[in-house]
C-alpha cells in the first residue's frame, strides 16, 4: 500500500513537472513570437541568442540543421522545445529570458567595442623582433574577445588569427605543476614574490630558487614539473590538450617556426636553466636540456583571441569551463594561480597594475594579455606592439579605459555609489531602481545620513517607488521632522501626489503629525 503510494505521488510530481516545463517552454516561445501566430522565424531566435552572447558554435546548444534559407525558416513551439531540450542545461531559458550575468550583453558589448576603437589608433610600442619569427608580425593588428561565466561572448577585430602564447603558458603551466605535485611540492622548487627584475632576469632569490612562476626562471621550473616522467611527445600533447579543453574545445596549435626562431635565441634561458641547476634547485633526475625544450614548446602554443578569452572564463569560473561545464583544474589550483596573476602577472609592470587595475592579468611578448575577472569573466586583448616592459601597449590602454568605464576593480566594491562607473551586472536601470528604493527606505526609517549620501550621489530627491510615494510622503507619514526639513531644503515637491491622489500633507495630517503638518503648510 505504502509503495503504491509513493508511485502516485513520483508520478504526481512527474505530471506536475512536465506541466511545468510545458507552460515554461510556451512562454519562452511567446516571448520571441512578436507576430503571435504560433510561429517564430528561425533568424528571430538565432538573434535573440546573439544579443544574450550566445554564438551558434557554442557546443552546448544543438540547432537543427536548416535547409532553406534561415531569414525565411519557421520554427514552430514543437521545434523550439526540441532545441531547448537537447539543449544542455538552462541555456536557452537563461539567454531568452534575461537571466545571465550580464542581463544587458548587447549593450555591454557596444560599451566594448567603443573601447576597441578608442585604443584602435594607438600606434606607440614596438614588435618582439629579439625573436626574429615574432618581429614578422603585422604590428598593427588587434583583437579583443570577452567570455563570462555563462559563456556570453563577443569578439571584435583579428579575433580568428592565431598567435603565439609565450608567457601567457606560465599561469597555466603553473596549474598543472599545482594539479600533479600539490602547492607544497611545487614551492619547495619555485617561490612566489615579485622579483624586482626583469622577466629573463639571472637571478634567483635567498634560498636559491626562481621568485615566482611567471617569469622565466619560475616558469622554468614548473615545466620541469609536468609530467616529468612520461616522454617528451606526450608531455606536450598533455598541455596541448588542456589548452585546448580550457577553451571549450576550440583546438590549440604550435607554431615550429616560432618554437625554432626562440630556441635559437635563447641563450639567457639555458643560462637561467644550468644556473638553476648549479643550486640544486629543480627536482631529482631533472633532465634540463628536455625540459628547456619543454619550454619553448609550450611559449609556441597558439590559440586565438576568442579561445584564450574562453580560457580565462574557465578561470573565473574556478577552472570549470563556461561552454562545457567540465571541471578542468580544481578551485584551489585556480585561487593559487589567479593570486600570482594578481602580483606577478605584468613583469615589472605588476605592482602598477594591480594598483591602477586591480585584476589577475598575464601577458606575452607576442602581444597577448589574459585578464581574469573572477565569478564574472574572462577577457584577451592581443595586440603585437610591446612597451618597453614587454606588455602590449594597446592591450594595458584597454585595462585602463575598462575599470574606468566599468566597476571591474577589485575593489571598487568599496566605492560602491560614489563613482559613476558601470555594473554591467545589473539589469538595465536596476541602479537607478535599487537607489529609490534605497532613498524611500531611508526617509521611512529617518537615516539622515543615507539620504544625505543619496543626494551626493545625485539621486532625485524626488522619485517615487511604485505608488508614487516619495521620500517626503514617506517622512511626513512616520513623522521625522528632521528628514522633512531636511528634503526640503533639498527642494522635494511638497505637491506630489502618489496614485492615491494624495500629498506628503495630507499623510502627515492623517497620521497627526501636527509639527510637519505647520512647516508643510508653509511651503
Known amino acids: ?76 513551439l514543437e521545434d523550439f522545445k526540441k532545441i531547448a531540450q537537447n539543449t544542455k542545461g538552462s541555456l536557452i531559458k537563461n539567454a531568452i529570458s534575461g537571466e545571465m550575468v550580464i542581463p544587458d550583453f548587447k549593450s555591454f558589448s557596444i560599451e566594448i567595442e567603443h573601447i576597441y576603437n578608442k585604443i584602435k589608433g594607438n600606434l606607440n610600442g614596438k614588435v618582439a623582433d629579439y625573436i626574429p619569427q615574432l618581429g614578422r608580425v603585422n604590428p598593427d593588428q588587434l583583437a579583443v574577445s570577452i567570455c563570462t561565466i555563462d559563456g556570453q ?145 609550450c611559449c609556441s602554443i597558439e590559440t586565438t583571441s576568442d579561445a584564450m ?29 589567479l593570486s600570482l596573476m594578481s602580483s606577478c602577472g605584468m613583469y615589472d609592470f605588476s605592482g602598477e597594475f594591480a594598483f591602477t587595475i586591480g585584476l589577475p ?47 571591474f576593480h577589485n575593489f571598487d566594491t568599496l566605492t560602491t555609489g560614489l563613482s559613476n562607473k558601470k555594473d554591467p551586472r545589473l539589469k538595465k536601470n536596476q541602479s537607478k531602481i535599487n537607489e529609490v528604493i534605497n532613498l524611500c527606505w531611508a526617509a521611512s526609517e529617518g537615516d539622515l545620513q543615507e539620504i544625505q549620501h543619496l543626494v551626493a550621489r545625485g539621486v532625485d530627491i524626488n522619485s517615487a517607488d511604485y505608488d508614487g510615494r516619495t521620500a517626503l510622503h514617506l517622512a511626513a507619514s512616520e513623522g521625522h521632522l528632521n528628514i522633512v526639513n531636511y528634503l526640503i531644503t533639498q527642494n522635494a515637491k511638497v505637491e506630489a501626489k502618489d496614485r492615491w491622489g494624495n500629498t506628503a500633507l495630507d499623510d502627515a495630517k492623517r497620521a497627526g503629525h501636527n509639527k510637519i503638518l505647520e512647516i508643510l503648510f508653509t511651503k
Open 309 to 337: 578569452a574562453i580560457t580565462a572564463a574557465t578561470l573565473a569560473n574556478g577552472g570549470v569551463c563556461p561552454l562545457t561545464g567540465e571541471s578542468i583544474l580544481k578551485p584551489e589550483t585556480v585561487k593559487n594561480c
Open 153 to 297: 561572448r563577443f569578439s571584435i577585430g583579428d579575433s580568428d588569427t592565431r598567435f603565439c602564447i609565450q608567457s601567457i603558458s606560465k599561469p597555466i603551466n603553473y596549474s598543472l605543476a599545482l594539479e600533479e605535485h600539490g602547492e607544497d611540492k611545487v614551492h619547495s622548487h619555485v617561490g612566489r614574490e615579485q622579483s624586482g627584475i626583469g622577466f629573463n632576469g639571472l637571478v634567483l632569490n635567498d634560498k636559491g630558487l626562481p621568485h615566482n612562476p611567471m617569469i622565466n626562471a619560475g616558469a622554468i621550473m614548473c615545466c620541469s614539473l609536468v609530467q616529468p616522467k612520461v616522454d617528451m611527445a606526450d608531455r606536450f600533447d598533455y598541455v596541448l590538450d588542456k589548452w585546448t579543453k580550457l577553451s571549450g574545445g576550440i583546438p590549440a596549435t604550435f607554431n615550429n617556426s616560432v618554437y625554432l626562431s626562440e630556441r635559437l635565441t635563447a641563450d639567457r634561458n639555458f643560462a637561467l636553466g644550468y644556473f638553476m641547476r648549479e643550486k640544486n634547485a629543480f627536482p631529482e633526475k631533472t633532465d634540463l636540456l628536455s625540459t628547456l625544450e619543454f619550454y619553448f614548446q
Open 1 to 76: 500500500m505504502i509503495e503504491k503510494n509513493q508511485k502516485k505521488i513520483v508520478n504526481t510530481i512527474k505530471e506536475d513537472l512536465t506541466f511545468t516545463l510545458e507552460d515554461e517552454y510556451q512562454i519562452l516561445f511567446n516571448a520571441i513570437d512578436t507576430e503571435k501566430n504560433g510561429k517564430i522565424k528561425f533568424i528571430q531566435f538565432i538573434q535573440a541568442l546573439k544579443n544574450m552572447g550566445i554564438k551558434t558554435d557554442d557546443p552546448r546548444l544543438v540547432l537543427p540543421k536548416i535547409e532553406l534559407d534561415e531569414n525565411q525558416s519557421d520554427l514552430t
Open 361 to 407: 592579468a598575464k601577458s606575452g611578448v607576442a602581444g597577448g594579455l589574459m585578464i581574469v575577472i573572477p565569478n564574472l569573466m574572462g577577457i584577451c586583448v592581443w595586440s603585437p606592439r610591446l612597451d618597453e616592459l614587454g606588455n602590449t601597449v594597446r592591450g594595458i590602454e584597454f585595462c585602463k579605459e575598462l575599470v574606468k568605464t566599468f566597476n
